[in-house]
């Protein structure tokens, strides 16, 4: 058995790694430094991967329930997909109408955090990506919090803002919902700005997708203006790594300490990953 060795990335967060064949079941000991890993690195990446459908479930499921994707991918999947499987491409035959195919910039978000139980983690299988485009950039939400400035601190001390339901992370209105003329009255859940990581105890910044949301109790220009400066201060390079997609590979990262966004590009390259997301807890 080849030992699993952890490479961190030149950044604030991410770690490669090695020696883990993830069509087959985690052993406890692989399960073990997978979850000490993420923990530590929050972005884990396994390259040189080749996964279906079952196996992708399978590696999901070792760390919690799945969410089920129906009524929430970018326009539709192919007839038979698993329910937990979301497909995230710009190809005719996985049933994405022509104008929900995601290629524009996409903007910095926490995945599934509209849900009263939102993901902890998210794990996305790159099947086929092009070279040097459409990357996916992370921010470190535990070092964003540890460096607010005293006063930002103050604002938000016991505050809690609505993660917006209706609008995807490029900005377009999921099925199903219509447009928002008033943040105060977004769908979706609302979650403590600052929420206490359930497993490591650290405390993180946590909203759902910049330019949306709405922190409860302020008049909606207030809200916007603190959101702002939330968002300037948790996007900041020094909190920033960015993963160069390769195929094969799979991205599993934790969104109650992180948040991600992605380059665009050309609409005519193909780009198909496979996505499955695992419930978490309540955020407190």
Same mark, same amino acid.
């Given at each position: 058995?080849?030992?699993?060795?952890?490479?961190?990335?030149?950044?604030?967060?991410?770690?490669?790694?090695?020696?883990?064949?993830?069509?087959?079941?985690?052993?406890?000991?692989?399960?073990?430094?997978?979850?000490?890993?993420?923990?530590?690195?929050?972005?884990?990446?396994?390259?040189?991967?080749?996964?279906?459908?079952?196996?992708?479930?399978?590696? !999901?499921?070792?760390?919690?329930? *799945?969410? &089920?994707?129906?009524?929430?991918?970018?326009? #539709?999947? /192919?007839?038979?997909?698993?329910?937990?499987?979301?497909?995230?491409?710009?190809?005719?035959?996985?049933?994405?109408?022509?104008?929900?195919?995601?290629?524009?910039?996409?903007?910095?978000?926490?995945?599934?955090?509209?849900?009263?139980?939102?993901?902890?983690?998210?794990?996305?299988?790159?099947?086929?990506?092009?070279?040097?485009?459409?990357?996916?950039?992370?921010?470190?939400?535990?070092?964003?919090?540890?460096?607010?400035?005293?006063?930002?601190?103050?604002?938000?001390?016991?505050?809690?803002?609505?993660?917006?339901?209706?609008?995807?992370?490029?900005?377009?209105?999921?099925?199903?919902?219509?447009?928002?003329?008033?943040?105060?009255?977004?769908?979706?859940?609302?979650?403590?700005?600052?929420?206490?990581?359930?497993?490591? !105890?650290?405390?993180?910044?946590? *909203?759902? &997708?910049?330019?949306?949301?709405?922190?409860? #109790?302020? /008049?909606?220009?207030?809200?916007?203006?603190?959101?702002?400066?939330?968002?300037?201060?948790?996007?900041?390079?020094?909190?920033?790594?960015?993963?160069?997609?390769?195929?094969?590979?799979?991205?599993?990262?934790?969104?109650?300490?992180?948040?991600?966004?992605?380059?665009?590009?050309?609409?005519?390259?193909?780009?198909?990953?496979?996505?499955?997301?695992?419930?978490?807890?309540?955020?407190?």
């Amino acid at each position: 058995m080849v030992p699993v060795s952890v490479t961190p990335m030149n950044g604030p967060l991410g770690a490669e790694l090695k020696g883990i064949d993830l069509r087959h079941p985690l052993t406890d000991k692989e399960l073990e430094v997978v979850t000490e890993s993420s923990q530590r690195y929050l972005v884990l990446i396994f390259r040189d991967q080749c996964l279906d459908d079952d196996q992708l479930i399978c590696f !999901g499921k070792q760390f919690g329930a *799945l969410h &089920r994707t129906e009524g929430l991918t970018y326009g #539709g999947k /192919p007839p038979g997909t698993a329910p937990e499987i979301e497909i995230i491409s710009n190809q005719t035959e996985d049933s994405v109408p022509t104008d929900a195919r995601p290629s524009d910039e996409c903007a910095w978000h926490t995945d599934m955090s509209m849900f009263e139980t939102p993901a902890s983690f998210s794990i996305l299988y790159a099947e086929d990506v092009p070279s040097g485009i459409g990357q996916t950039r992370f921010a470190n939400l535990y070092s964003a919090y540890e460096t607010l400035p005293d006063n930002l601190r103050k604002k938000i001390e016991g505050r809690r803002s609505i993660h917006d339901a209706a609008y995807t992370a490029m900005g377009e209105i999921r099925a199903g919902f219509s447009p928002v003329a008033d943040k105060s009255k977004s769908p979706g859940a609302d979650h403590p700005i600052v929420r206490t990581h359930g497993t490591t !105890g650290r405390k993180a910044l946590y *909203l759902g &997708r910049m330019g949306y949301g709405y922190i409860l #109790g302020l /008049p909606v220009s207030k809200s916007d203006e603190l959101l702002d400066e939330l968002w300037n201060h948790m996007t900041k390079n020094r909190f920033v790594w960015q993963h160069e997609w390769r195929k094969g590979d799979v991205v599993m990262w934790d969104n109650r300490c992180c948040t991600h966004s992605r380059s665009a590009f050309d609409p005519s390259i193909r780009r198909r990953l496979r996505r499955v997301t695992v419930v978490g807890e309540r955020p407190i």
